[in-house]
Nanobody, 115 residues
Framework: QVQLVESGGGKVQVGGSLKLSCVAS????????MAWYRQAPGKAREWVGR???????TYADLAKGRFTISRNNTEKVMFLQLDNLSTDDTATYYC?????????WGQGTQVIVSS
């Protein structure tokens, strides 16, 4: 079955960096678009960006210039590099994919940015 497992979250100070990972299994990773979302406490889940099977990336405005999505199709892993973090980036970050009209989510990894 499809499984997505995020890791790499933690606590970091303003201006710091983190690199999140999403390990995928149960489907042909090389052929699908993958995405990152996040959900801050008390707020709706929001889209961060996505990467196509061929490595083309698209970002939400909140991520442009600070976040970078990449993937390793051999290892079936997607990454989210978070740079120049602010307290507004405090959230649980989720990876996501859609297969045959079904949306799959990982359990999330928490990022806390302190001032």
């Amino acid at each position: 079955q499809v499984q997505l497992v995020e890791s790499g979250g933690g606590k970091v100070q303003v201006g710091g960096s983190l690199k999140l990972s999403c390990v995928a299994s149960g489907f042909f990773f090389n052929s699908v678009t993958m995405a990152w979302y996040r959900q801050a406490p008390g707020k709706a889940r929001e889209w961060v960006g996505r990467i196509s099977a061929g490595g083309i990336t698209t970002y939400a405005d909140l991520a442009k210039g600070r976040f970078t999505i990449s993937r390793n199709n051999t290892e079936k892993v997607m990454f989210l590099q978070l740079d120049n973090l602010s307290t507004d980036d405090t959230a649980t970050y989720y990876c996501n994919t859609v297969r045959y009209s079904t949306t799959y989510w990982g359990q999330g990894t928490q990022v806390i940015v302190s001032s």
